[in-house]
């Protein structure tokens, strides 16, 4: 399988925040948001992936600053790490206030995407090629992160062994 560069999939996106967007204290909805950066991480994925590619997992995703109505936010895309069917994808998002350029971190989401066929089947994505010291870095954390994600999806498939 062939390895391509994070460049290829790396992905940026701005909203402007409007009113369908808040709740009543006039800051954004946290599900807005998630389903934005969950937009993001899609859109990594398929560049990378040239597959079909589903949500298995988002992680780490606190909210560290509140966003405000007509705030401009800012989210971007980047491909960690892949096993063989799965993508790790991190979403940074950071608020600018329209009037005064004042820029706030909000807070980083880790998502891993699978590919699937079209049986819905896990299918083979490219590698990810290490082309300088952060990419590695970035392939290490996100094997430390994936092994831990792995131990907690299994406890619960077992807890739910069952039902799903
Ligand atoms: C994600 C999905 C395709 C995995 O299918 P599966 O048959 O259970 O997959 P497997 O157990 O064979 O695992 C395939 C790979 O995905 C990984 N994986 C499976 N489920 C995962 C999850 N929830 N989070 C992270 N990784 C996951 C496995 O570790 C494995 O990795 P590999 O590349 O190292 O082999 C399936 O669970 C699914 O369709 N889930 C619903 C997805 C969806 O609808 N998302 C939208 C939000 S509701």
Known sequence: MEQKSWRESY???QRLVLPADTNIYNALYGGRLVEW?????SIVATKHSRRRAVTGSIDSLFFLSPIHLGDIV?????????????????VDVYSEEGLTGVRRFTTTAFLTYVAIDQDGRPTPVPGLLIEDE???RRFEEGAKRSEARLAQLSRV???HKNEI
Do not use: F, H, P
């Not at 950066?37 to 991480?41: L, R, S, T």
């Not at 491909?79 to 991190?90: H, P």
């Open 11 to 13: 992905t940026e996106l």
């Open 37 to 41: 950066i969950d937009n993001v991480a």
């Open 74 to 90: 800012i989210m971007s895309g980047r491909l960690n790490y892949v096993t063989r069917t799965t993508m790790e994808i991190q």
């Open 134 to 136: 952060e990419t590695k």
């Open 157 to 159: 498939r077992e807890s």
